[in-house]
């Protein structure tokens, strides 16, 4: 079973940066792929980015449009976001999850494991 646990989150300017972590326990870490999802009010749950199990493989939603970047860590069981050129439709309630898989996909319904969520909120 895999724990995670959100961090960075926080008040940000438009067109200002954040970076975003996801703290994982357990020692399987590294056999997950890891996926950032986000929520906004009224909205369903959509996909930003993912990772495979070894960092080879990153994939992003269209809106990302080379803005974010996510990287891993498996020595540190981090998984982080690096978000830049924020804009008033990024805010939103951010979550990141594990999927056992491995090679990472798009879709929520395939990751089992997911945090509690850290809130990002862009400033005009």
């Known amino acids: 079973q895999v724990q995670l646990v959100e961090s960075g989150g926080g008040l940000v300017q438009a067109g200002g940066s954040l970076r975003l972590s996801c703290a994982a326990s357990g020692r399987t870490f590294a056999r997950y792929a890891m996926g950032w999802f986000r929520q906004a009010p009224g909205k369903d749950r959509e996909f930003v980015a993912g990772?495979?199990?070894?960092?080879?493989?990153?994939y992003y939603a269209d809106f990302v449009e080379g803005r974010f970047t996510i990287s891993r860590d498996n020595g540190k069981n981090t998984v982080y976001l690096q978000m830049s050129s924020l804009r008033l439709e990024d805010m939103a309630v951010y979550y990141c999850a594990a999927d056992s898989n491995g090679l990472g996909t798009r879709s929520s319904l395939d990751y089992e494991y997911w945090g509690q969520g850290t809130q990002v909120t862009v400033s005009s």
């Open positions: 990772i495979s199990w070894n960092g080879g493989r990153t």
